[in-house]
């Protein structure tokens, strides 16, 4: 009990004292001190502008990838929950499957990627039409898909596939031309040093300084990734993991400093605070604007991240869902980052796949209402029509998105958009070569649209979702919203 209220006393003067920790700093940290655009202070930190790049891609692609994947049992999770959970259906799981010495550091050997084709990956999250990758380095079991000079045996060149699955990776998503980037979690369950640290209050910083900066320094200097995606942060406040300190070296001097972006996940409190995007908590869609630019993180297997063979076909979000997601995400000033977990042959599964290949298949016909567009004085009307908008040199474009079709009338009523258009308006329907016939309705002028006949859109493979471009004038509307957005 005592050690309990010592624990929390701790964890509040570490909060409060801003500056502790910052003596106990790595010396390869301090070569790098002299530039200092930006301090390691939150005010100064925050300031930072988001790199356009992030803003306008609108979508990733998110990776777990481990020793969980050999596993496929349950989710990524299975190692706590086996051993500190203790989850009946894991304990049972693992009665049924092994003797009763094999222990989770044993599963590596069964990572074996013989499958393993990185362009195969890269072509199919090119055709996603995603816009960068995210890779876990490390999850929270401490393996590396790299030859981590920080954890040795236990990473993917020593145990399991031997081979350099980051190094495989980044090579080629970025022939595709698109961003590569790193998810690294903080803490590891099962690490000893963490665990002195933690027993110390988090007071030490063992393991912070001879693990977590030494290894993300490891990363960020041989693979240049241009996304670092924080996690497992959240037992220990950011002194402890040094991460103010962290973010300054990243953007003052790191070889990535001009492109990369970083989440929110940086210690106790820090997530929807700080940070260039905010994830906030998983699966993050809060449906209204955002000032702050945002991801929702999220995954096609409902349930989990990591690969399993446990899950149902109903446990997948069908291709609608997935457009739902991304149009309800962009309209409130968000990117989305969609979740696969690949098998521990090295293969990406066919329904993930064609998950992909469908959202690929809206994104090239209405990509035009998505990537580099940002929220617009109205972002939606009830829960099926959305709106993004483009500003041009003359005139500026409003997207409405309609994610039902009107299949009873034929036709949909857009009540904020109409007051907007004046005489050169012009209504079209993405992907839809001919006019399209619409009518002022009521005092408030609302925009009443006909669909075409759905035999001639459906032959040309317009689905999920109808995206309508209108063009009106600059002047009213887009000034206010960039008031209110943070850029
Ligand atoms: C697992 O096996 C042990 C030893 O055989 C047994 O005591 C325990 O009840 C089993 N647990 C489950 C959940 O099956
Ligand atoms: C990997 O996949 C690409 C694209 O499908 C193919 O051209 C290449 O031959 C494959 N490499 C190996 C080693 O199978
Ligand atoms: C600009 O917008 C306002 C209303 O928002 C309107 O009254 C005004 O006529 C517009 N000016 C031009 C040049 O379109």
Partial sequence: MWLKILHVLFLLFLMINEDSGSSHEPKVISAYKDLQKYEAKWESLDKRPL????????????????????ISFGSEWFWTNWKNEKVPSYIEFMNRTQKPSFTYQNFAADFTCELFNATEWAEIFSDSGAQYVVLTSKHHEGYTLYPSSYSFSWNSVDVGPNRDIIKELSQAVRDKKLKFGLYYSLFEWFNRMYQSDKQDGFLKHKYVDNKVWPEL????????????????????????????????WLYNSSPVRETVVTND??????????????????RFNPGVLQKHKFENAMTIDKKSWGHRNDAKLDDFLTSAELIRELV????????LLVNVGPTKYGTIEAIFAERLRDMGRWLRMNGKAI??????????EGKDIWYTMKVGSNRMSVFAIA????????????????????????????GYPDKISHKFIGSDKSLEITFPEK??????????????????????????????LEM
């Avoid at 790199?51 to 050999?70: E, L, T």
């Avoid at 002194?239 to 962290?246: D, G, L, R, T, V």
């Fill in 51 to 70: 790199p356009r790049w992030y803003d306008d891609a609108k979508v990733g692609i998110f990776i777990h990838f481990g020793v969980y994947s050999s």
């Fill in 217 to 248: 320094i490891e990363i960020i200097e041989r693979f240049e990734p241009e996304v670092i995606w924080s996690d497992g942060d959240w037992e220990a406040p950011d002194e402890y993991w040094k991460a103010k300190e962290f973010l300054a």
């Fill in 265 to 282: 996940r940086w210690g106790l409190g820090t997530n929807c605070k700080h940070g260039d995007f905010f994830t906030c908590s998983d």
């Fill in 328 to 335: 309800t995400t962009v309209a409130v000033n968000g990117n």
């Fill in 371 to 380: 990537y580099g567009t940002r929220p617009w004085e109205y972002q939606n």
């Fill in 403 to 430: 994610l039902e079709y009107p299949f009873d009338t034929n036709k949909i009523v857009f009540n904020k958009i109409g007051s907007y258009m004046d005489s050169s308006s012009h209504v079209t329907l993405l």
């Fill in 455 to 484: 035999r001639l859109t459906d032959k040309l493979g317009l689905s999920l979702a109808w995206s309508f471009e209108i063009d009106i004038s600059l002047n009213s509307s887009s000034s206010s919203i960039f008031s209110i």
